[in-house]
């Protein structure tokens, strides 16, 4: 690693994203690129060769427990209802319904609330 990015990564700590790992961690997964960005702000930032090794099947486990596909969507919504909760990675609308006084969150893959 030169001077630059060993003074980029000390001032910069938690927040420096190495690009070519988006492209190691996203495989064929359609994720988006911004999610892997932040996951690897989150676990990647860093110059430690082991560190980063670890962060990136730390991601890979977070994607696999939590990204919603299109064809596990029910599994999901299984999952949430048995449970009462699950952390989910996917766009999400949430609304007040006045009527009943309680917020209703929207996923769109699942096109319900």
Not at 53 to 72: A, D
Not at 84 to 95: E, P
Request: aromatic residues 8%; charged residues 25%; contains cysteine.
């Amino acid at each position: 690693m030169n001077r630059l990015d060993q003074k980029i990564n000390e001032h910069f700590a938690g927040v420096v994203v190495r690009k070519d790992l988006v492209k190691t961690v996203k495989g064929n997964a359609i994720v988006p690129t911004y999610v892997l960005e932040y996951l690897l702000g989150q676990y990647c930032a860093t110059s430690d060769e082991a560190s980063i090794q670890s962060g990136i099947e730390t991601i890979k486990e977070i994607l696999r427990k939590h990204y919603v596909h299109r064809n596990e969507a029910n599994l999901t919504k299984s999952i949430i209802r048995e449970r009462g909760r699950h952390r989910v990675i996917d766009k999400i609308s949430v609304a007040l319904n006045e009527k009943s006084d309680a917020y209703e969150a929207v996923f769109p893959i699942w096109g319900s609330s």
